[in-house]
């Protein structure tokens, strides 16, 4: 794992280390996306790729875009304008340190090279399959996906149903990258479609676990081992798993998510054990 993880950011430090760009942008680039996440979007299209026989270059340069997606949302998400937070994976955040013009360019940047590096890749390798895996990153990182659970984010609930408003805005604002990473990566490796189809419900119920257990360490996190502050979507009046159902629940409802996505698990022919350890850690994660 931590080889893996090695390989991720020196190649994502190598991918930003040549671009011709003036000076602070490339810094602020260079200090959110190597400033230490988790990788987990990265990890998960590598595993999912090698899990469904596949691999390869095309799938570390879809995995590094999908991480410099994730970054830029990251980046935009902790503006004033948006969460308004100071602290990421560890440090201040990207607008503390350069200023609110230069992390919206940061952001900007990250995404534009994300499709500069899928772009790349589908130079070297033009299959069907890889085009239609950088399809389904596009997708999800737009306006049907992480945006528009963005937009469902900073709108509050607008909806009469507000766990299903709930539900729906943690698919698309956490869940669909997700889904990108699993999915591109199965597509990649050739899976078939009755495979997609499990491996997509597995990435939903992924996110809602995921998200469920993002909204429970803003009120029960360690700010040293988050690296993000705590306390903040009570601050901002946000509708959360917590506000909706309080924190015994989220954590039984995370739990029936868990137990949802390892049936999709149990349907595979191929070995998930590792998929199954992922989702059950996010239960009692702390970071
Ligand atoms: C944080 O994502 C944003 C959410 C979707 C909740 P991560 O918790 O994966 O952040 P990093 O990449 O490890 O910093
Ligand atoms: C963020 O959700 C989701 C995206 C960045 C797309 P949050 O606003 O809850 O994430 P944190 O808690 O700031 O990491
Ligand atoms: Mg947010
Ligand atoms: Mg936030
Ligand atoms: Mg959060």
């Excluded at 949302?73 to 990421?88: A, F, G, K, Y």
């Excluded at 509050?156 to 990473?181: I, P, R, W």
């Amino acid at each position: 794992m931590k080889a893996l993880l090695d390989k991720i950011n020196l190649e994502l430090e190598r991918r930003t280390d040549e671009i011709d760009a003036p000076k602070r942008i490339k810094e602020s680039v260079k200090y959110s996306l190597l400033a230490g996440g988790k990788r987990l979007r990265p990890v998960m299209l590598l595993k999912s790729a090698g899990m469904m026989g596949g691999g390869g270059e095309t799938a570390m340069a879809f995995a590094c875009a999908l991480e410099m997606i994730h970054t830029y949302s990251l980046i935009h998400d902790d503006l004033p304008v948006m969460d308004n937070d100071e602290l990421r994976r560890g440090k201040p955040t990207n607008h503390v340190l350069f200023g609110e013009a230069l992390a919206l360019l940061a952001g900007d940047a990250l995404l534009n090279l994300a499709y500069e590096t899928i772009l790349n890749a589908l130079m070297h390798d033009p299959s069907a399959q890889a085009i239609s895996a950088a399809a389904v990153i596009a997708r999800a990182a737009g306006m049907n996906g992480m945006i528009g659970g963005q937009v469902l984010d900073v709108d509050g609930a607008q909806e009469q149903d507000e766990a299903l408003a709930l539900k729906e805005m943690h698919l698309k604002k956490t869940g669909a990258l997700f889904e990108a990473a699993v999915l591109a990566g199965a597509i990649l490796a050739g899976a078939k479609e009755e495979e997609i189809a499990l491996l997509r419900e597995y990435a939903h119920n992924f996110g809602m676990v995921f998200q469920i257990t993002d909204d429970i360490l803003d009120v029960t996190g360690d700010v040293k081992v988050l690296g993000k502050s705590i306390g903040k979507d009570e601050a901002a009046n946000k509708v959360t798993y917590v506000s909706v159902y309080g924190l015994e629940r989220a954590r039984e409802l995370a739990i029936e998510h868990v137990h949802k996505a390892n049936d999709c698990l149990d349907k595979l022919q191929a070995d998930s054990s590792y998929f199954k350890q992922l989702i059950q850690g996010l239960i009692d994660r702390d970071r």
